[in-house]
């Protein structure tokens, strides 16, 4: 018998649980079940399960950052692969989707639900005051460094602010923070969560992160009380109100600098909340940009100056505001079906969710690793996202996962980090990386099943490596014999490795020259 690998239809069916912890009818309902099915030709493009309040467009004027120190980090980013994002804040209490619910906008992902749903003034009120009983007393970064870091993760991208304008962070800017004497958890030795979490992880070798969202629903000069809030974007016309729009700059720039003067060495400070641009850079192509009503430049060459003076050579990722400030773009619950021509990065939920749900639904550790290896093969990163319970901690499932990749990474990595794309990309259920000095190639087998389980032969369709090749399979030390079948490559596999499951997830055939 000969295994031919070859696309086969892709079905993906989504599920969003409902939550049944505290408040658990707050909870808006994020998604509707989804199910997609794909005939997918010489590009797979792989649609992962959409759990984002709006879908992520991606720029296309990418601009070459002219700083060699921010080019060369750019390049050690663009060899570590995956990473670990975070969304956490008071809203894990209730169990919702983070921030969305108190944004006055007739969509899915802001619905208020609960005791408080029926006046919108009543009910962020109620949100706000969830400041008053944060108590995470499970916190623990050294734990999640750890998990991470045998996940095989490299980076990690951490939550200071979103834009409830809620502070994970001791910002002398705000009293709504996590180390406010209004919040309980301010007496506890690790209060100033970012700082303890940044060290954590950099004690672990991490490269380190900062999300911060741009627009803040909170602050007197985004959402002026005034005016009610209207949707998403600033409630006044800056330029009719400059005195308000310049005092909103001011602590959006006192914000970062605190950030990048207090927290150790800093890596990444991670843009969120696009809208919060200035009006020339609108994409009109884009649906929810041709809603932007004002222009909201807070003017970023100032922001990233003063931020690189403080950290030298730091990637600056000003989300979907293509040119010199994004210096890596993030398509968001997607993997595109081909390389983009410049680095990027997608952001996937492990979960259905960003933010902590009780009960959500998480990917299997197969899913987890194709997407890793499908992400790879068209030369970008995984930043996989877990959303910490309110009590302080990831669920149980979440800790499975990391070490379900861990233990394939532990076998498999090299043909995942120090990795580039190469042409074709893909070969029916093969996956290509090479590494950056083209000496080597991976072929990564995705099975449809968990068990990987071969045949006599196995045939990767439309690729044939150099004549003096030498071809073995990761975690097995013996030289596989192949030949060339036309423009078709052919593995024999020992009897040893047939008819049962060599491996989990993947496999990975190593073609060294």
């Not at 987890?368 to 995984?382: A, D, E, F, T």
């Amino acid at each position: 018998m000969t295994t031919i690998l070859s696309f086969e239809n892709t079905v993906s069916v989504m599920r969003i649980p409902r939550p049944t912890g505290q408040l658990a009818d707050i909870c808006p309902k994020k998604m509707k079940y989804i199910q997609m099915k794909k005939i997918i030709g010489v590009f797979l493009m792989f649609s992962a399960f959409f759990a984002n309040a709006q879908q992520h467009n991606t720029s296309h004027d990418y601009v070459v950052p002219s700083d060699t120190l921010v080019r060369a980090k750019l390049s050690h980013w663009q060899d570590i692969k995956f990473g670990l994002l975070m969304h956490w804040g008071t809203y894990s209490q209730w169990g919702i989707v983070e921030s969305w619910s108190i944004c006055p906008e007739d969509e899915g992902w802001c619905e208020r639900r609960g005791p408080y749903a029926a006046d919108y003034f009543t009910y962020k009120k109620a949100y706000e005051n969830l400041q008053t009983t944060f108590n995470p007393t499970q916190f623990d970064p050294t734990k999640w460094a750890a998990a991470a870091k045998d996940a095989g993760m490299k980076y990690v991208v951490f939550t200071t602010k979103h834009h409830d304008g809620f502070c994970m962070f001791d910002s002398k800017e705000t009293d709504y923070k996590i180390t406010s004497s209004k919040t309980p958890f301010s007496s506890n030795p690790k209060a100033n969560v970012a700082k303890e979490v940044f060290d954590a992880f950099r004690k672990d070798g991490f490269l380190i992160g900062a999300y911060f969202s741009k627009p803040d629903w909170h602050t007197e000069n985004y959402w002026w009380s005034y005016f009610p809030p209207k949707n998403r974007n600033v409630n006044y016309d800056p330029k009719k109100y400059p005195d308000h729009w310049n005092a909103f700059k001011q602590f959006t720039y006192n914000q970062i600098q605190e950030l990048m003067t207090g927290y150790g060495s800093m890596d990444i400070l991670w843009l969120d909340g696009g809208w919060v641009r200035p009006h020339k850079t609108i994409d009109a192509s884009v649906e929810w940009q041709k809603t932007i009503p004002y222009d909201q430049d807070i003017d970023m060459p100032k922001i990233a100056a003063m931020a690189r003076s403080h950290q030298p050579g730091l990637l600056v990722v000003d989300r979907t505001v293509a040119g010199e400030y994004e210096n890596y773009v993030t398509p968001e619950q997607q993997v595109p079906a081909k390389p983009l021509g410049h680095p990027w990065e997608s952001c996937i939920t492990m979960g259905n969710s960003w933010s902590y749900v009780p009960n959500d639904h998480y990917k299997s550790a197969q899913t987890l690793v194709q997407l890793l290896i499908k992400i790879v093969s068209r030369g970008g990163n995984l930043l996989l996202n877990i959303g910490p319970s309110p009590q302080g901690d990831f669920a149980d499932t979440a800790y499975l996962r990391l070490k379900e990749i861990g233990a394939w990474m532990k076998i498999n990595q090299e043909g995942i980090y120090d990795t580039k794309p190469m042409e074709p990309y893909s070969s029916g259920n093969v996956f290509f990386t090479q590494s950056t000095k083209k000496n080597t190639v991976y072929a990564f087998y995705l099975p449809e099943k968990d068990d990987v389980i071969l045949a006599d032969k196995v045939t990767i369709e439309g690729y044939v490596p150099q004549k003096k090749a030498t071809v073995t399979l990761l975690g097995y030390k013996e030289k596989l014999s192949w030949k060339q079948d036309g423009n078709n490559l052919v593995i024999s596999v020992p009897k040893k490795l047939q008819g049962k499951s060599i491996a989990q997830h993947a496999a990975c055939f190593k073609i060294s020259y």
